[in-house]
């Protein structure tokens, strides 16, 4: 960033009933604060093919689902996400200031380093994964919010076969 961005702010109602504010110096971001479900996929099947899953599994995941919640931490200027689907629950705290963060829960355990960033001018915010000793991206995935109110992920993952891309909705359910 060139110098601090404005800070916008939501109002969400909680399960609760009651009204939090959130504070977020990321409008592309603070859009996609909350809890969202699949509702909609477009070439998933061939994307997780070309992940190596099975016809079997491949189905199930489809069918199944999954849920994210996205949240945002102004103390730290970091965005976590929890994902939750049939194969358990992992979760991804990154800052938003592109600064590379080492994991080693990769594909099978590898170790991956990711970066999350808010891309100016575009409302998108990318999450790109990448092999500690390459340069080139393992994954991208961009999250934009669609005039509809629902969440776009798109997913372009690199593997053996070349590449492998991916779009997923998602409707709201703010808690």
């Keep these: 960033f060139c110098g601090p961005p404005a800070t916008a702010e939501s109002v969400l109602s909680s399960t609760g009933g009651t009204e939090i504010t959130m ?69 991804l705290e990154l800052p938003l200031s592109g600064k590379w963060v080492m994991a080693h829960d990769g594909d099978g355990g590898s170790t991956v380093c990711r970066s999350a960033s808010v891309v100016k001018g575009t409302r998108a915010v990318v999450i790109t994964e990448r092999a500690p000793d390459e340069r080139e991206p393992l994954s991208v995935c961009t999250r934009t919010l669609l005039p509809d109110g629902r969440m776009c992920i798109d997913i372009q993952k690199r593997n053996a076969g070349g590449a492998a891309g991916g779009r997923v909705f998602r409707g709201e359910e703010r808690f």
Excluded at 39 to 57: A, D, K, P, T, V
Excluded at 62 to 85: H, L, P
């Design 23 to 91: 504070r977020c110096r990321h409008p592309a971001l603070l859009q996609l604060l909350g809890r969202w479900r699949m509702q909609e996929r477009h070439n998933m099947e061939s994307f997780l093919e070309g992940l190596g899953f099975n016809g079997i599994m491949r189905a199930l995941l489809v069918k199944a689902g999954q849920e994210q919640v996205i949240n945002y931490s102004d103390q730290a200027d970091t965005m976590r996400v929890i994902t939750s689907d049939l194969r358990g629950t992992s979760e």
